[in-house]
């Protein structure tokens, strides 16, 4: 009993010793708890908060809506128009719903849209969402829309799409919108804005160069977003910034009539303000219509334009490079009359001139040839024997002064700006010497002499103005003064009436003058040969005529519009190209007059542009091909 | 006092300190739920406060067990224990799965629960039989090894971690407690800590990443570590008063899973701050201190370790919970009892409160008979 009681106190203080031990254990555990607490909710309070903010709060940009194009006179000629699409977002479609069979029985969709959709669903991740269908029409966004209970992971919005007017009259001054392409992505450091659908950018012209003005600053939606993605409230949002609206110096107007003007034909139409530069028109014909181009065309459109021998995607007005023809004659004149040709100097036209031994053929027997009579007739010979006693290096440098060979400072994407021959540039291209021959071809806008559209209507606006004239798209881009062209006005003087009595005296195109009264056109007619152009043998004859040219400003004797047309294939300059240059002159000074005397060439043709370019298509469609 | 004279007798005589403390607890419980819920009483504060009202009765109603009756049924409800615990293991074998629970019609028991009391009575009723001079001897030792080890084992082939950290935890403090040698505690310390690194350094790669996830849960954070990075973005962005009640946006906006279950204090801690979080944290003391106190007080050797095992097995619940839920230990599945959503947490810490009071009354009524 006595070893027990000794052992059972031993017991007890035992106890009561680790009874402190393990009191003391939990004492410290809380205190570590505690401790551990005020750490993470003190110290290190700032960094949990952003964390806790960063989950809370989700930004998903709401794209701004894109700058209005409009016209000088501040007619729209690129809006924006409310439009339906259907998204779908991958992570919330249901496992075991069918969801794209649906919406393609709701909407309508072809078999190749089903199986886009499959196949970026497969390759999606995360919350981007699959473009379903753009640009539905209402009563198909209505039948989504109510059906949505039922479509989990379908997404019906309303935005904007962009529209053209005019259509096809301005695809190739304005280019078009797409949707950004993974190596757009990339230059833009993944700017998540282009990757939201129905987002597009500009993807040709002024809708590509002018996108820095045209898109503005996207919004964004602050919203309060669960671990799951769904939506739990909306917060203040960060309102979006349209884009700026663009001014033009072109006349939506005169723009339209002038495409309407080109009927069926392939060319390009430039028309400058000569008073500022200002480009009232930049037409190039035919088009496709960027319309369809914004909400994604078609194959069968594209295959159909691509297949064009008129070549509808080839923006002529900067891309397309001519031969100049006798348009270069004024020009020419100016160049002979500063090395001191004069102006009464005489040679005979027999028909052609000898140079070396080969003869060069005129058009006709002019006989005996003056400098006014030259330009007016168009005379060939006059200008080969003229080239001839004149420094070919100082002439070109005259036409360049004038435009020819010159890259504009213009908001477009590319422009080639051709050749004006020199006999520096022969030696650096072709390591030759020049010949008399070539100053024969080169005074007659032959040879190696291509142009550009746009300088086609810089030389008559220069030749009219008297002026160093700089083109112009931007309305709003600082006026600069624009220097007077150095050259002699007596001598300005003789080409302009030559160019004058081009249109209204003996001239070639007699047969384009002014209906109106009082206002007088001058001009100058070109006809190009093609060279080289038989190869594209299997597109018939069309393709192996000449190009059809015609410069002009008017009035003669107090310049204000100039005008520089080409009709690709369209025979002689005179009775293709200069009854377009005519007509558009008369719209600036009279549009009925102008209007009136179109609306029997269109019943002619088969309807306004819009109704011929949708039979077109519609024929184009009916055609079995290969593919179908 | 005037109140025993209103009250009848034995309600004034109820620990009431206690009932309060704990009834506060569970209330601050109830708003948590209600706020994880996003200001609902359903689905989990209405419900766990009717199962938390139900265990509140049925252990103020164990408070009138005798000393005597408790250790009368120790060892049979021990053995009971012990077969159902085989039993969900032969049932999960038949089932093909892991099963904890058994189905018996209304409800569903999970025995491994009642282990945690059980093995604590269990040893400390083994401890009392054991003369004091035996205690140091082999034969002290191996019968409680095997009381603790063959249900520790099953619980953690169930599998359930946390519980069985739990119960060997209680077990192990019961025979710290009862005066065993030290050295058969330092050793298995020693033992791991020395073969720890060594078997780390014999491990293969992938098993060595699994490890320091295990350890390290942040070094996977969206994968083990998306729950304690979660947590420990609701605590910290708490701050010291907090986002008031509802506005924890990491529990509202599903962010922190399971802020309703094992990670309601994260939850709690959000909306009402370090000031929230200390108090329940004090609030939890004093209940173990309660217990603590009468294991103190008692006067035999068994009440001795029974309260102060049943305290210790709050203890760890609310230690080990916390720990996993601020980073500080990996995350096993303890839930926070009282408060988080479940009714086996509660009932067993209702167990242990009444067989505490149970325990305590009888200290008071034998030093009244004296």
Not at chain 1, 569 to 593: C, E, N, W
Request: hydrophobic letters at 45%; proline letters at 6%.
């Amino acid at each position: 009993m006595k070893h027990m009681r000794i052992t059972t106190a031993h017991q007890s203080i035992t106890f009561s010793r680790r009874m402190m031990l393990l009191g003391g254990a939990q004492v410290a555990v809380g205190g570590l708890l505690v401790g551990r607490m005020g750490w993470l909710a003190v110290a290190q309070n700032e960094k949990y908060q952003l964390l806790s903010e960063s989950n809370r709060v989700q930004l998903i940009p709401v794209p701004p809506r894109r700058g209005w194009i409009i016209d000088r006179n501040g007619k729209p000629i690129a809006i924006n128009k409310a439009s339906f699409r259907v998204d779908l977002i991958p992570q919330q479609i249901e496992k075991d719903s069918d969801v794209v069979s649906e919406l393609a029985r709701l909407l309508a969709l072809d078999e190749d849209a089903v199986e886009r959709i499959r196949r970026e669903l497969l390759e999606s991740r995360g919350f981007r969402p699959v473009s379903v269908a753009d640009n539905i029409p209402y009563e198909q966004y209505a039948a989504v829309t109510v059906r949505l209970p039922d479509l989990p992971g379908v997404q019906a919005t309303r935005g904007y799409s962009r529209y053209y007017p005019d259509g096809p009259a301005v695809a190739h001054l304005l280019g078009y919108v797409g949707t950004a392409n993974a190596k757009e992505y990339e230059a833009e450091k993944k700017n998540p804005l282009l990757i939201i659908p129905g987002f597009k950018i500009g993807k040709q012209g002024l809708e590509k160069s002018l996108e820095p003005y045209l898109r503005g600053e996207p919004g964004g939606q602050r919203v309060e977003i669960t671990a799951r993605g769904k939506l739990v409230k909306e917060l203040d949002p960060k309102p979006d910034r349209s884009g700026q609206t663009v001014q033009l110096t072109i006349d939506q107007g005169l723009q339209q009539f002038a495409a309407r003007r080109m009927g069926d034909q392939s060319g390009a139409l430039v028309a400058i303000d000569v008073t500022s530069g200002d480009m009232l028109a930049f037409v190039s014909m035919p088009a496709f219509d960027p319309n369809s181009f914004s909400e994604g065309i078609g194959r069968t459109e594209w295959s159909m334009l691509s297949t064009n021998d008129h070549i509808p995607l080839l923006n002529k007005v900067a891309q397309g490079l001519y031969p100049s023809g006798s348009t270069i004659k004024p020009a020419m004149a100016l160049a002979f009359l500063k090395q001191g040709v004069d102006p009464k100097r005489r040679v005979v036209c027999n028909g052609g001139w000898q140079i070396g031994n080969r003869y060069f053929r005129c058009d006709a027997v002019h006989g005996s040839m003056d400098m006014h009579s030259a330009i007016e007739r168009s005379c060939n010979t006059y200008f080969w024997a003229t080239g001839l006693i004149t420094d070919p290096e100082q002439t070109t440098e005259m036409v360049n002064y004038l435009g020819y060979g010159q890259e504009f400072d213009l908001p477009i994407p590319t422009q080639r700006y051709g050749t004006m021959p020199s006999p520096q540039w022969l030696e650096k291209k072709y390591h030759r010497k020049w010949q008399g021959y070539d100053s024969a071809n080169t005074s007659i806008g032959q040879g190696y002499v291509l142009i550009n559209p746009l300088q086609l209507a810089v030389m008559p606006a220069r030749l009219g103005s008297g002026k160093l004239l700089q083109p112009r798209l931007l309305m709003n881009t600082p006026r600069k003064p624009v220097p007077l062209l150095d050259v002699n006005p007596e001598h300005l003087a003789i080409v302009r009436n030559a160019m004058t009595s081009v249109v209204n005296d003996h001239g070639t195109a007699v047969a384009s003058k002014l209906p109106l009264d009082g206002i007088l056109m001058a001009g100058k007619t070109g006809t190009a040969q093609v060279f080289r152009l038989g190869e594209r043998g299997h597109q018939g004859n069309w393709a192996l005529r000449d190009h059809a040219l015609f410069i002009a400003f008017a009035p003669a004797d107090q310049p204000r519009y100039a005008i520089g047309c080409i009709i690709e294939h369209g025979g002689f300059g005179a009775s293709a190209a200069a009854p377009i240059v005519r007509d558009s002159m008369t719209y600036l000074f009279d549009k009925q007059k102008a209007l009136a005397a179109l609306a029997p060439l269109e019943e002619q043709w088969g309807g306004t542009l819009a109704e011929r370019n949708a039979r077109q298509l519609q024929a184009f469609k009916s055609v079995p091909r290969t593919t179908a | 006092m005037i109140t025993s004279a209103i009250i009848p007798r034995p309600l004034a005589r109820l620990p009431w300190r206690l009932i309060f403390l704990v009834s506060g607890i569970a209330l601050f419980g109830l708003i948590v739920l209600y706020s994880a819920a996003g200001g609902s009483v359903r689905p989990w504060a209405l419900k766990q406060g009717i199962v938390f009202f139900g265990f509140l009765t049925i252990a103020v109603g164990m408070s009138w067990m005798k000393e005597s009756t408790i250790k009368s049924i120790t060892f049979p409800v021990y053995a009971v224990t012990l077969v159902m615990l085989i039993g969900v293991e032969l049932l999960g074998f038949v089932g093909k799965g892991a099963q904890r629970w058994l189905d018996l019609g209304p409800i569903r028991l999970q025995p491994s629960e009642f282990m945690k009391p059980a093995i604590v009575l269990a040893l400390a009723r083994f401890y009392e039989l054991v003369p004091a001079g035996e205690t140091r001897k082999w034969r002290a030792i191996w019968p409680a090894l095997a009381l603790l080890g063959v249900p520790a084992a099953l619980i953690l082939v169930q599998p359930d971690l946390g519980t069985c950290i739990m119960v060997v935890l209680c077990g192990v403090t019961v025979m710290f407690l009862a005066g065993l040698p030290w050295w058969l505690f330092a050793a298995p310390v020693g033992l791991v800590a020395v073969a720890a690194p060594i078997a780390y350094g014999m491990m293969h790669g992938y098993q060595r990443k699994r490890i320091d996830v295990f350890l390290d849960p942040e070094s996977d954070p969206l994968g083990a570590g998306y729950h304690i990075a979660q947590s420990k973005i609701a605590i910290g962005s708490g701050g010291i008063w907090g986002k008031g009640f509802l506005h924890g946006s990491q529990s509202h906006l599903q962010y922190l899973p399971e802020g309703h279950t094992d990670f309601v204090f994260a939850t709690m801690a959000e909306e009402w701050g370090l000031v929230g979080g200390v108090l329940l944290i004090c609030a939890f003391a004093a209940v173990i201190r309660w217990g603590m106190r009468v294991s103190q007080s008692a006067r035999t050797r068994f009440a001795q370790l029974a309260a102060a095992g049943l305290s210790a097995t709050i203890f760890f619940y609310v230690s080990i919970n916390l720990m996993m839920v601020m980073g500080l230990a990996p995350v096993v599945g303890v839930p926070l009892p009282l408060v988080s959503f479940g009714g086996s947490a509660v009932m067993t810490v209702m167990l242990c409160l009444g067989l505490l009071m149970a325990l305590e009354r009888q200290q008071r009524t034998v030093s009244r008979v004296i």
